[in-house]
């Protein structure tokens, strides 16, 4: 298993995909039935090997994550050989990324950009920040804070 098992909710909402799946590795209705009724270990070879596949293409589809906290905003741009961070931080203890509307802190902001090459699949790595709490952030997002390093009057260098 590379990824995790889809959730009873996540299964039932890709039922048509899971039964095409199950036919395409020669098992019909009446034979997950019955392996299920037995409660088979390849009931959950099979239910690991379709989780992979349906996460795996998910995380293809993947381009932008954002982690904030209150201490830093860090957004990656995941692309197909490498993964470029922007970040913003601060000395300032007071500020908190969270809550605060950065604009009034502006001068108190360092903004800086990174690129990485993907050390492990990319996919996986994709996972790796998911399940550090990354969400899922829209490509204009991402713009606006790599035009706001571009803009910056005083950014650091990687």
Excluded at 52 to 72: F, S, W
Aim: aromatic share 10%; with cysteine.
């Amino acid at each position: 298993m590379k990824y995790r098992i889809l959730s009873d909710n996540e299964l039932k909402e890709l039922e048509g995909e899971f039964k095409h799946f199950l036919i395409t590795n020669n098992v019909y209705t009446e034979e997950w039935e019955e392996l299920n009724k037995k409660k088979d270990k390849k009931v959950l070879e099979l239910v690991e090997m379709f989780s992979d596949i349906v996460i795996e293409k998910a995380l293809k589809n993947i381009k932008y994550l954002e982690h904030i906290t209150p201490l830093d905003i860090k957004s990656f741009k995941c692309e197909d050989e490498q993964m470029i961070l922007i970040g913003i931080a601060s000395k300032n203890k007071n500020i908190d990324f969270t809550k605060d509307i950065l604009s009034d802190f502006a001068d108190d902001l360092d903004i800086f950009r990174m690129t990485k090459p993907f050390y492990k699949d990319r996919e996986l790595e994709v996972f790796e920040l998911l399940n550090s709490g990354c969400s899922i952030i829209n490509e204009e997002r991402f713009n606006k804070l790599e035009m706001a390093y571009n803009y910056s009057s005083k950014p650091m260098k990687n």
